[in-house]
């Protein structure tokens, strides 16, 4: 009866006035259900949150001390917080006392609110009566959600970094040990929690806000158990150790129930020796066990006991052991470090409808229940076939596969195919040097010089030796993929250079800081190359910690680098700029659209870029902010500028005016994406010309984000074209090819050539 007379009086704040919330003091253990609907917020911690929603909490103790209350000192807890919101200017900073520790009342949360989301057209009703009654915690939770989501248009609050965490805490204190992290708690005593699952959000490992009680006995799921003496040790994110009376038992992992301070175990079954072909946060496919489900919040646990995700386990390695219980796998413990000895390849770019199966020599197949002899022939498979029920499908011996595109490719190694939903993934594995020799002459012609090839094949192997421990490609059981998407693979498909290349190269990477070094390239640059975090950005944010070999720099241009747009575009409107890569066609081009076209255009980029990724489109707001949103109905484009370049020129932000709003699009590759250089329907074809081999027309992207803007404007000055003139082809971010060709006919050997574009690494036999 309680409980539904608080949520009575929170409901009240909302549609009405409301009856004073009481201040009762917390008991021993918190009961089930939301948390603080029979507390207030106080001023300090609406604060506090209302902070983290805008900096994290690194952001804010940088922040300078501008701010000063007779009744915060700089050493209270609350005291950054403060800081912080009256530096968003959602607190005032008058000079009179703050008073952290009183109750929020209802006129000053519609206030916040207010601030928060102008825009949020639900309101509370104040009254004489209730405008200075305190807000519930629980209640204020709700409305801080709401008003964040109304603010940008979302249905989370992902784009503020906040996320929600159902765990179970250990030990409360300053930093709070929780199950799966540590966690700091400014502003709460989290001891009336102990021993249980409460929801929680958090950002950057501080507790924004306290939600809910999940369970007052709690089940810890999935979690590495030790026994000693009369305890046992819930290895979580911290050790934790409880009284246990029962049966002795294995190291492993178990479900744990807490009760009273005391464990209750039980635990899952070990399977080891196990490789693992597949795996993702759904489901794993553990060798002669088959494909298993994961349970609800499985765990990995790294040599040492610490936490990794399930990435960790490699495709292709029996690095981990693995426990099983009520038929889903509850975790890993991983026994072993592996090397990248052997890769593994997604075939064809990706999942087929069909593939036909020829081998000159006979091949045959296996799927783990029989075993079918091709001795000529061929076979066509489709993912429908009963030869896929049991599993993973085996094919033995050199073959040709013919892809569903008509592209046909002849293999060596193990071949793999599996049916996914309802396709089929082949897989390709096969030795690391193997696999080099079926890459390098595909990403680099032969005629670039066996330097530039060396080059090349150090680069392309510390790519796949990365490649392999990133796992990226585990759901499909594959390290790397056959296109560009990785690095471009034709099976068995060499050339008597890039053998050479391979073999004077054996085992060697690229190193930096005794690791193997991120290494990428891409086919020409402009003059100037471009730092990782300045290209690649799935936020948007260009927050991301770069390596220190991937920068901007120079490639044998004379001259300093721009400083101004009228720079950039004088640099790229000259044709006979010196640098190593001037032998590319692609070293200087440019090309025209009429608004028109633009205008038609980026109605269809835009759309496809916000369906694919959000984040790297926005809408100017009528406050001046960007959110981000779908462009709709904008008319006819007006203007084009650069709002932000990154080093080497290549442009991070391009912003697009039109009759009725503005856009902005984030990332070199959206950007080249928008800028469609192909026709639709209005003008004639547009041309895309290049310093030589001729003009192109009908291709789906620019070549590169290194390029400036022109714009064109008749008489009244209203925009008739734009002229895009830029230079380079590719990314921009490590090894130019054409810039590793010229540098190999000045004599450099494929070492000082990789060390040139990779600044502060050395070339090292790895593997």
């Not at 959000?201 to 000693?228: D, F, H, M, R």
């Not at 020796?273 to 066990?289: A, F, M, P, Q, T």
């Not at 390239?521 to 471009?530: A, M, N, P, R």
């Not at 835009?606 to 406050?623: H, P, R, T, W």
Request: aromatic share 10%; glycine share 10%.
């Amino acid at each position: 009866m309680k409980r539904l007379l608080i949520w009575i009086v929170a409901l009240a704040f909302i549609l009405s006035g409301c009856t004073k919330v009481p201040r009762i003091e917390p008991t021993a253990q918190a009961p089930q259900g939301a948390i603080g609907d029979d507390i207030p917020i106080s001023r300090g911690q609406a604060a506090k949150m209302l902070a983290l929603a805008f900096y994290t909490p690194e952001e804010i103790e940088n922040l300078p001390d501008d701010v000063s209350f007779p009744d915060v000192a700089k050493e209270d807890w609350a005291y950054p917080y403060i800081n912080a919101a009256v530096e968003l200017e959602f607190f005032s900073g008058d000079g009179e006392g703050f008073r952290p520790d009183d109750d929020l009342v209802l006129w000053e949360a519609q206030i916040l609110m207010d601030r928060v989301a102008p825009d949020y057209e639900k309101r509370m009703v104040l009254t004489d009566d209730n405008r200075n009654m305190p807000v519930a915690y629980s209640l204020w939770t709700q409305l801080f959600e709401k008003a964040l989501m109304s603010r940008r248009g979302e249905d989370s609050l992902y784009s503020y970094g906040i996320e929600k965490e159902t765990q179970v805490l250990f030990t409360p204190g300053e930093e709070n040990l929780f199950d799966r992290g540590i966690y700091g708690g400014d502003g709460y005593d989290l001891s009336v929690y102990t021993d249980e699952k409460i929801s929680f959000w958090e950002k950057g490992g501080e507790i924004v806000g306290l939600l809910s009680v999940e369970e007052a006995t709690p089940v810890v799921e999935n979690i590495y158990c030790q026994k000693e003496g009369d305890q046992i040790i819930l290895k979580g994110a911290g050790d934790k150790g409880y009284a246990f009376e029962g049966m002795e038992f294995e190291d492993g992992l178990c479900n744990v129930t807490i009760e009273n301070g005391k464990a209750t175990v039980k635990e899952g079954t070990k399977v080891s020796g196990e490789v693992v072909k597949r795996v993702d946060e759904k489901k794993i496919y553990i060798g002669s066990l088959g494909e298993m489900q994961w349970a609800d919040d499985f765990r990995v646990y790294d040599q040492d006991l610490s936490a990794k995700s399930q990435n960790a386990l490699i495709c292709g390695t029996d690095l981990a052991d693995f426990y099983v219980l009520d038929g889903k796998v509850m975790g890993a413990v991983i026994q072993k470090d592996v090397v990248p000895e052997k890769i593994r390849v997604l075939l064809g770019g990706g999942l087929q409808k069909s593939i036909t199966i020829k081998g000159a020599e006979g091949f045959s197949l296996s799927n783990g229940v029989g075993e079918k002899d091709f001795t000529s022939g061929e076979a066509t498979l489709t993912a429908d076939l009963a030869w896929f029920d049991h599993g993973i499908v085996t094919v033995s011996g050199k073959v040709q596969l013919t892809f569903e595109d008509g592209v046909q490719r002849t293999y060596t190694g193990l071949i793999e195919m599996e049916r996914i939903e309802d396709k089929i993934a082949i897989i390709n594995e096969l030795d690391m040097e193997e696999y080099l020799l079926g890459v390098v002459p595909n990403e680099m012609p032969v005629s670039f010089g066996q330097s530039a090839l060396e080059a090349q094949a150090i680069c392309a192997r510390s790519y796949a030796y990365n490649q392999f421990y990133a796992n990226a490609y585990g759901k499909y059981g594959a390290h790397v993929t056959d296109t560009v998407a990785s690095q471009v693979f034709n099976g068995a498909d060499t050339a008597l250079e890039a053998q050479n290349a391979v073999s004077a190269t054996e085992g060697m990477c690229v190193v930096a800081e005794d690791r193997v070094a991120q290494t990428y390239f891409y086919s020409t640059s402009c003059g100037f190359g471009t730092k990782d975090t300045d290209v690649w950005s799935a936020d948007g944010t260009f927050s991301g910690k770069g390596k220190s070999y991937l920068k901007g720099q120079p490639y044998g241009v004379s001259q300093g680098m721009p400083a101004s747009e009228e720079e950039w575009l004088a640099f790229w409107q000259n044709w006979q700029m010196d640098g190593y890569d001037e032998d590319s066609s692609w070293y200087r081009w440019k090309v025209y659209f009429s608004a028109g076209q633009l205008t038609e255009i980026t109605e269809k980029t835009f759309s496809e870029l916000s369906a694919s990724n959000a984040a790297l489109i926005k809408v100017k707001q009528g406050d001046g902010s960007w959110k981000a949103e779908t462009p709709k109905e904008l008319g006819k484009l007006t203007g084009m500028k650069v709002a932000e370049r990154g080093e080497g020129g290549v442009i991070k932000i391009l912003e697009m005016d039109f009759e009725k709003g503005a856009v902005r699009v984030l990332t070199e590759n959206a950007i080249r994406k928008v800028l469609s250089p192909t026709k639709l329907t209005i003008g004639e074809n547009i041309n895309l010309q290049r310093i030589s081999g001729g003009t192109l027309t009908g291709q789906k992207m620019l070549p590169s984000a290194f390029f400036a803007v022109k714009e064109m404007k008749n008489d009244e000055e209203a925009l008739t074209g734009v002229a895009l003139y830029g230079g380079g082809c590719g990314h921009g971010v490590g090894l130019s090819q054409y810039g590793a060709k010229e540098l190999a006919a000045q004599g450099l050997s494929g070492a000082e050539i990789v060390e040139k574009y990779f600044p502060n690494t050395t070339v090292e036999k790895v593997m």
